[in-house]
């Protein structure tokens, strides 16, 4: 598989919560770790192979819905057994609504056609109520991604989306 394909079964597994497409994405003993500034997506542990992997992931669906996860295609390639790609992703809290919108890097290791570890680090995250988010949130589903050529059509350049 080649690696935008991966990204992007490894965006599909995580945003729509298939967990057997992880199988597609790492080695049986692969590693993956996340920090993000709240922790609550996480705190830097290993979890390492597709059983730790898939379980890890659960709370994200049991917390969140509407996920979307947009990657620039530019910075997927197929060169070296190292990658790094920054994300921008939204989603809903389930418990009242709300919008999480993050930002952040992947830093991909590679061997032999799969990840072989992927460390997540979330940079940026804001909670905004659902009158806010929901236009962010349509926004990012626009851009028919997960892998997009361009952020052309910014919130910038949608008034209703900073209006307010």
Request: with cysteine; glycine share 8%; charged share 20%.
């Amino acid at each position: 598989m080649d690696r935008t394909h991966l990204v992007e079964t490894y965006l599909r597994a995580k945003d729509h919560q298939q967990p057997l497409l992880y199988t597609r994405v790492f080695h049986p003993t692969g590693v993956f770790s996340s920090t993000s500034p709240d922790e609550r997506f996480g705190t830097g542990q290993d979890h390492v192979g597709l059983e730790a992997i898939v379980a890890a992931f659960a709370p994200l669906g049991q917390f969140c819905e509407d996920i979307v996860t947009v990657v620039p295609r530019s910075s997927v390639a197929d060169a070296g057994p190292i990658q790094t790609s920054t994300w921008l992703v939204g989603m809903r809290q389930r418990h009242d609504g709300q919008v999480r919108l993050a930002a952040g890097t992947y830093r991909w290791v590679f061997r032999d056609g799969l990840a072989e570890r992927l460390d997540v680090e979330m940079i940026w995250v804001q909670v905004v109520a659902p009158e806010a988010g929901l236009p962010m949130l349509d926004w990012l589903f626009d851009l028919a991604g997960p892998l997009v050529d361009t952020l052309a059509r910014s919130p910038a350049e949608r008034p209703e989306l900073i209006a307010g």
